[in-house]
């Protein structure tokens, strides 16, 4: 089976979970036995994968590979950018690069669409996959050129991102994308229900897939030791992922225990709110925020902390969790989130209980019987959530979509 599939964003290259979830299903789909042509915005030059070719579709010079190819399209597109960060990189433009860009966000999702169906007319394929709104116009018109069915994979709905404030614009792009698809995949039953509530899309539309989480690549060679008390945010710095009730509960744990650290790593568009939010509370000492971390050094934080804290406000799954455990962290998640219902060796709070999230994290850094117990029964069941599993559904929903079609 051959699938065309419109994402945009790929590790080492990426910004959030997104790019992680592609990365893993792509490697699950290949032991499935399913060829992935995978279609970013922009790809940088020097990225490379074990299963991964880049090819430029701009001249549409396609080049065979074993397992995933992929294809380039030029564009400002980049994960998790506003309508306003667009803005401004369209004005730092050259001028001779002006005509080639959209001049908002909206225009460039369109011109991505209108590459997107050059891709199709040229690339053989059975079934097209788009992840998140950014492409759903893409799979769109890849599937009016084609002919073939299109699977929409909701990994976040604008509800989740705004905190229930929707840009109508992306919401029509979404609800839109989600209309004209054959099938549509959710990361979590969390996530369906807000699919059916906010889009009227039909309950038996949508399939449900939870995520997974690497291991192959994976290597625990170099656990660092915990000597210190450290609680982790590992994140985006948004409303959606809830960095302010971690300070919240942070000021009341140091209340109780002064030694503990707190590490903030991530970056968004409350960095600096949360940065002058932690000198207001007077806990700026005990605060380090690292910034954005990518590849080893997101393994090395999750081993350096005593506990990791995902507070999200809406987390339609949420992988970090599993990325914790897999380094052998206790975990604190929100009951707002889809990874909340795989698994169970965590402890589950809502995000806006701060008293029960200060002292679920006093626990977790001050009872060494307690956090051996977490540490090693989750240790324990996050090798069951296995790449393979959800990408062998993908392929049922494939198959099933295709039969329906009479493809």
């Known amino acids: ?200 899309i039909p309950p038996d539309k949508i399939t449900v897939v939870h995520n997974a989480v690497e291991f192959n690549d994976y290597s625990n060679s170099e656990v660092l030791s915990k000597k210190d008390k450290i609680v982790l945010f590992l994140g985006r710095l948004t409303l959606q992922k809830g960095p302010e009730y971690f300070l919240q509960a942070a000021k009341k744990v140091l209340e109780k225990d002064p030694d503990i650290k707190f590490v903030v790593a991530g970056d968004g568009d409350m960095e600096n709110f949360m940065i002058n939010k932690a000198a207001e509370m007077g806990i700026s000492n005990k605060v380090l925020f690292s910034g954005f971390l990518r590849g080893n050094d997101i393994d090395k934080a999750y081993q350096m902390a005593s506990v990791y804290v995902m507070p999200s406000v809406s987390e339609p799954f949420g992988i970090t969790p599993l990325e914790a455990m897999r380094n052998g962290t206790p975990t604190i998640i929100s009951k707002q989130s889809g990874v909340s219902e795989v698994i169970k060796n965590t402890f589950k709070v809502d995000f806006w209980d701060i008293n029960q999230l200060a002292n679920k994290m006093y626990a977790l850094t001050n009872y060494d019987s307690l956090h051996h117990e977490m540490a090693n029964n989750g240790g324990k069941e996050v090798h069951k959530f296995s790449w393979d599993i959800p990408a062998g559904k993908c392929v049922d929903v494939y198959r099933k979509t295709l039969t329906y079609a009479g493809a």
């Open 1 to 200: 089976m051959k699938v065309l599939m419109f994402g945009w964003e790929f590790p080492p290259f990426s910004n959030g979970g997104l790019g992680t979830a592609c990365q893993g299903l792509t490697k699950g789909l290949k032991n499935n036995n399913v060829h992935v042509t995978f279609v970013l915005p922009k790809a940088q030059k020097d990225a490379k994968a074990s299963h991964v070719n880049l090819i430029s579709a701009n001249n549409l010079v396609l080049e065979n590979c074993d397992d995933i190819d992929f294809a380039e399209i030029q564009t400002l597109l980049m994960p998790y950018i506003s309508y306003d960060e667009y803005g401004e990189k369209y004005k730092n433009l050259e001028d001779n690069e002006s005509t080639v860009y959209g001049k908002n966000l909206y225009e460039e999702v369109y011109r991505y669409s209108k590459k997107a169906a050059l891709i199709a007319r040229f690339n053989d394929h059975d079934i097209i996959h788009a992840h998140d709104w950014m492409t759903y116009k893409a799979g769109v018109e890849a599937k009016k050129v084609s002919g073939k069915p299109l699977i929409v994979h909701m990994h976040a709905t604008e509800f989740d991102r705004t905190g229930g404030h929707p840009n109508q614009k992306i919401y029509d792009i979404e609800r839109m994308g989600m209309r004209e698809a054959d099938h549509i995949i959710a990361v979590s039953n969390f996530t369906k229900q807000k699919v059916v509530d906010h889009y009227g």
